[in-house]
């Protein structure tokens, strides 16, 4: 069965950065388009980046281009996501999920697996 486990979150300071790491136990992350979402409360869930299977191209909102980046080692079996110049509007619990696609998509419900999420909280 498959399983995703996050990790990597934390508290940070504003101008900060993370690095936040999605494994797999029980398939090949390699296989599938990959995406990470967060969720701040009290508002919707948001896609901040996927990589794709098929090409490795990845996609990113306006709101994170040029912060986030996605990665994949593919010898851990993990996908990875650099978070840089961290503000507070970046506080959210951040969810790794599969979609069993080789190509991405901007919406969680054509994910099927998610991990348990990560919280990230950007403070002074």
């Known amino acids: 069965q498959l399983q995703l486990v996050e990790s990597g979150g934390g508290l940070v300071q504003p101008g900060g950065s993370l690095r936040l790491s999605c494994a797999s136990s029980?398939?090949?992350?390699?296989?599938?388009?990959i995406g990470w979402f967060r969720q701040a409360p009290g508002k919707e869930r948001e896609g901040v980046s996927c990589?794709?299977?098929?090409?490795?191209?990845?996609n990113y909102p306006d709101s994170v281009k040029g912060r986030f980046t996605i990665s994949r080692d593919k010898s851990k079996n993990t996908v990875y996501l650099q978070l840089s110049s961290l503000t507070p509007e970046d506080t959210a619990v951040y969810y790794c999920?599969?979609?069993?696609?080789?190509?991405?998509?901007?919406?969680?419900?054509?994910?099927?697996?998610w991990g348990q999420g990560t919280q990230v909280t950007v403070s002074s």
């Open positions: 999920a599969v979609r069993t696609r080789t190509n991405c998509s901007p919406y969680g419900a054509q994910y099927a697996y």
């Open positions: 029980g398939v090949t992350l390699d296989f599938y388009a």
């Open positions: 990589i794709s299977s098929s090409s490795g191209g990845t």
